[in-house]
């Protein structure tokens, strides 16, 4: 079965403080993976899409990484505004399109 | 370009009842999934919609149900519903080109007392 496990639960962050964000997952096969941010309430904002190890991207003060068993989301310098869930998920081959998502970081940076 | 939209924002239903969500997708999008996301948990696939039929489906019991129209809007339906399904309801739109990038709507918050 697949499964998405992200770490740490929680984080907080002072402003400025760069960290990292870990996303474990067991698929049969990969065929992306994909983060996303989620404010309290609202539905999830689509970040990246990552296909292969060693793949790379980049957005503002983030940075998203992938090997073969685990995705990094990097956060440079943080500001209070980047406080928000973020979600991590995979989408397995075997024909289904399901997206399996983690439970989430929730990230909290103070002024 | 439209963004996915959901309606309605929030539903309050009594145990036993039955409810139906809306989604429309966005623009030049076909494909349509739906998730529910409980409390502090992750978003979990119920089922997904592309040109008009079911195409997967979740761990989800039969009360829930949906269907997918021409203009590629949506809805899913609850029967019976019971205590559990409070949850947010999550509507996201894909383009079969588009490696599977799902673009999630702002959902609706279902509460069931």
């Known amino acids: 079965e697949d499964q998405v496990t992200q770490s740490p639960e929680a984080l907080r962050l002072q402003e400025g403080e760069s960290s990292s964000l870990n996303c474990s997952y067991t698929v049969s096969g990969l065929r992306g993976l994909f983060w996303y941010r989620q404010d309290p309430g609202k539905g999830p904002e689509f970040l990246f899409t990552l296909y292969s190890a060693g793949e790379e991207k980049e957005k503002e003060r983030l940075k998203a990484t992938l090997t073969k068993k685990e995705s990094f989301l990097h956060i440079t310098a943080p500001k209070p505004e980047d406080s928000a869930t973020y979600l991590c998920?995979?989408?397995?081959?075997?024909?289904?399109?399901?997206?399996?998502f983690g439970k989430g970081t929730k990230l909290t940076v103070n002024p | 370009e439209t963004g996915v939209t959901q309606s309605p924002t929030h539903l309050i239903k009594t145990r036993g009842q039955q409810v139906t969500l809306r989604c429309s997708s966005q623009?030049?999008?076909?494909?349509v999934s739906w998730y529910q996301q409980a409390l502090g948990q992750g978003p979990q696939f119920i089922f997904q919609y592309y040109r008009e039929e079911e195409n997967g489906r979740g761990n989800f019991p039969p009360r829930f149900s949906g269907l997918q129209f021409p203009n590629y809007s949506s809805e899913l339906n609850v029967n019976a519903l019971e205590l559990d399904d409070s949850a947010l309801y999550l509507c996201?739109?894909?383009?079969?080109?588009?490696?599977?990038?799902?673009?999630f709507g702002p959902g609706t918050r279902l509460t069931v007392t």
């Open positions: 998920a995979v989408h397995a081959q075997g024909g289904s399109e399901k997206l399996v």
């Open positions: 623009s030049g999008h076909n494909t």
């Open positions: 996201a739109s894909s383009a079969p080109q588009g490696g599977n990038e799902q673009y």
